[in-house]
């Protein structure tokens, strides 16, 4: 844990006791545990839940996943007191359980269980700007009211976002919004839902596919319109524009897919986050695709954070680029150098910005740097 926290309260939550820190910066807990970060403890604009993976190592060098799990509205809450509901929230309880979920979960806590898109955008700059974030491995995922707010994000913010499981929710993306065929969607609900029907998400799927036909054109209704006597996974081929369907829960192939389960009322979140193909699927997906190469570039940044000057560092004599971004995607700086260049970032505001080098053969590494 960060050398400078202070613990100012310890208090207890129903029958759990949770340490309540104060901390100069994120992150909050130990590796492999869940703790509780109320609202005011921090510049986030929610109260939240941190679990770090087991492997997490603050002061390294290495980035991590970062799942954004919204909560349905029977765990809404003051993002204080109330808290203690997301404890036993599915995916960082199941994290719990596996040593292999190596991944930063964020579960925050709002009154009306409603994230909008501005949301989303205000706890993500939070975020990046607090842990060691990979950016290309961004996940939304969330259940009922949560599934809402994972559709608000993708129609705001889907360009940061890597991969998304929203789980019945209720709102609609606008239509048509064939823009989000960009972004990995794995959209999941049952047949028989009787608190938030499950045409939400069929208008949503059809929205995104943005073709002439529903994707329920393809379903195999029993006597009617009834459910079928299996479930379905649909799933959408962006090049041929079309709609197949496979039994069960099927690992999508392509970026839009809808499972649908013939039975199991409002509830079709928990067998959902406790099939390990749902993780091995979004931990697959990429916000860029060539990251995946991007440590063969091998260069050094420090300090970060900084508050004065940062140094880029490499361990060959060929010609690089640098570029700097702030948030909004504006280039704020760009220059070439071979092994070695400082950077002063005293003039730019407090916050996170992104490093972009560019090696000899056009190859590309991102990276955060965080003014103080």
Known sequence: MNTKTLKVAVFCIVALCNSIVLTAQAPYGEPGDRTAVPLGSSNSPFGYIEYLPSSFNDASNDTYPL??????????????????????????????????????????????????????????????????????????????????????????????????????????????SPFLQETPIWAVHSFDDETINVSRTINNVNYIANINSSVMAIYPYENGNNPATENYTMQFNTESQDWSITTGLTQPTDKLAFTLYKNGGHNSWTRTYSEQVVWDWMFAQRLNPLSIDEETIDFKLYPNPTSNKVTISTSDNSEKKIEIHNLLGKKIYDNSFFKRLTIDMSTYASGA???KIIDANNKEQSLKIVVN
Do not use: M
């Open 67 to 176: 799942i954004i799990f919204y909560h349905g509205y029977s765990d809404r809450g003051n993002g204080t007191t109330d808290l203690s509901s997301l404890l036993s929230s599915n995916p960082t309880q199941l994290a719990t359980q596996s040593s292999n979920f190596d991944a930063v979960i964020i579960t925050p806590q709002k009154e009306n269980a409603n994230y909008t898109g501005n949301d989303f955008i205000n706890l993500y700059n939070y975020i990046i700007s607090n842990y060691p974030i990979n950016l290309n491995q961004v996940y939304v995922t969330g259940l009922s009211s949560g599934g809402s707010s994972t559709w608000n994000a993708l129609r705001a913010h889907s360009e940061l976002i890597a991969a998304a499981l929203p789980i019945c929710g209720y709102t609609n993306v606008n239509n048509p």
């Open 353 to 355: 910005y992104f490093a």
